[in-house]
């Protein structure tokens, strides 16, 4: 299994697309840091919004405000690609019979490619938090914050640089682990189809709609079981000081997605036909 995995990280890591990736992923928030330090030395200008709005105060904190714009569509978008791609392009190359020739099952195939891409989500999410945080650094230092509740109408705390890092690792893991039930879901779709353009749409399609739907209110508790109300559940330790009990449930709605998807995802493509 290890050499499995091992095969397809190679694989999957060497391709241009990973490389158009990583420059991606380090080009861009490198340029919302530079905006953020450009605006807040505007006085004609606020500063923008949330923790856009916090995030010159430190460089410890920059990272929260980077994290806070690219998980709602950047990295989901990379994310649907590494996961929608997973199968589906094997396919269409027309490699997949040759790989179910070696002597491994398919669900130890499934498997492997799921847990290589699922890598591959956490390492971009990782890299963007390294990105943000180095630049941040660069430009604002490594000082605590004095960040306003609700508004500064219950006054004001302040977090130490020690609680902003670890704050900061937990929020990088707990939006990197906020993906786990869209790479169930691409996965999915990657054994679907034979067209890796079409899983990776899917799969990013899936939580484009989520997203829309979990905006309208009206719809209640219904809400609750979308892949994506919970993910923003991290902010609160940044914008009120508290670890929102919001974060376990968010976890616990990964899992279920993981755990259930996934299980029909490998059902699915021990049955499929290969021809391809």
Sequence with gaps: MIALIRTEFTKAASRTRSLVILLLLIGLPTLIVVAINARSGRPDRDGGEGLFRLASQSGLLVPAAVLSATSGFLLIVIAGTLAGDSVASDANWGNLRYLLMRPVSRARLLIAKAFVAGMLIWAATILVTLAALIAGLILFGAHPVTIPSLGGL?????????????????????????????????????????TAASAIGATVGVYIVSEILNSITQLGQVRYAFPTHYLDAWETMFTQNTYSKEMIVGIVVQVAYLVVVGAVAIAVFDRKDIRS
């Design 154 to 194: 219950l006054g004001t705390f302040n977090i130490s640089g020690g609680a902003l890092a670890l704050r900061v690792l937990i929020a990088t893991a707990y939006v990197a682990f906020g993906f786990s039930a869209l790479l169930a879901i691409g996965t999915l779709f990657s054994t679907l189809t034979d």
